[in-house]
């Protein structure tokens, strides 16, 4: 502001006075109509969740930089944001002038953002075609577990329709890649540069391929220090060489040592029946 103004009587955005004074300290920038509507509560929020493994930017005219954000390690689910209803946009004015208010139902708008192909109440349309879960032209957010809802918490059938969205992609993705480089690994690699996400869907669904390196958190094992995948019962120690058990009793489950040497690692007695030699030895 050109200028501060010490004290001001409240006379109301519409008063003369108001006016006046306002339009002096702001001469090049200043509009005194005030649209009462802009003053009114909304008719409801819309909420947009997401299932993906990674952010999305959305930029639409509504919408012209927005960041969606995706889950974290341990998240199955996030709130990316919330869309007060109607959702109010100032354009210009052609006719009159100056800049107006127009209000836009936020349900239709929420579809338009994370499917602009979409023309329908329904943020799933198309969705029986298979194709829609390919997104190839990486507008459509649905497919990669984004979605519209009017509940705060979004219920347990919206987020495993949104989950089934997502691994339908992620299946489209892994699938493509690997025909593709059954061709050649030009035509695999050119797929990978258009399509990044290949690599989180294999991660997703426990993929393995010579292209892909598995982005696989590790950590120390408490026993011999070995980088080891979070919750394995035992692995193969490269200190000793031999089996390092971490979890005895997941172990014995999973028939890697015997039910001696599990009774030997916890220090207890297994319930269950014992053989008669072993009993006669007690």
């Not at 802009?38 to 008719?43: G, I, T």
């Not at 705060?152 to 989950?163: F, G, I, S, V």
């Not at 690699?189 to 258009?194: D, H, I, S, W």
Request: charged share 25%; with cysteine; aromatic share 8%.
């Amino acid at each position: 502001m050109a200028e501060t103004i010490a004290t001001m009587t409240n006379l109301g955005s519409n008063a003369p006075q108001t006016k006046s004074a306002m339009r002096g300290a702001n001469r090049e920038a200043f509009n005194p109509i005030v649209s009462g509507r802009m003053f009114r509560e909304p008719l409801r929020h819309i909420y947009i969740f997401s299932v993906a493994k990674r952010g999305f930017m959305v930029r639409t005219l509504l919408f012209p930089k927005l960041h969606l954000r995706g889950c974290e390690a341990g998240e199955r689910y996030v709130l990316c944001t919330s869309l007060a209803d109607p959702i109010a946009q100032a354009s210009p004015d052609q006719e009159r002038g100056g800049t107006r208010i127009d209000d836009h139902d936020a349900w239709i708008a929420s579809i338009d953002m994370l499917n602009p192909g979409n023309f329908t109440l329904d943020p799933y349309a198309g969705s029986s075609n298979p194709d829609w879960f390919s997104d190839r032209n990486g507008t459509n957010l649905m497919a990669h577990g984004l979605f519209p809802s009017e509940n705060e918490t979004p219920t347990e059938e919206e987020l495993k329709r949104a989950e089934s969205a997502r691994d339908a992609h992620d299946r489209w993705l892994t699938k493509e890649a690997l025909r593709l480089f059954a061709l050649g690994a030009k035509q695999g690699n050119e797929f990978l540069q258009r399509y990044p996400d290949t690599h989180i869907a294999m991660d997703s669904l426990g993929l393995e391929a010579p292209w892909h390196q598995a982005n696989v958190v590790r950590v120390s094992c408490p026993n011999c220090g070995d980088p080891i995948k979070p919750g394995l019962a035992f692995h193969k120690s490269s200190v000793t060489d031999s089996l390092c058990v971490i979890d005895p009793m997941k172990a014995y489950r999973a028939k890697a040592i015997t039910r001696e040497e599990c009774e030997e690692l916890t220090g207890e007695k297994l319930p269950g029946r014992r053989s008669s030699a072993a009993s006669a030895s007690e």
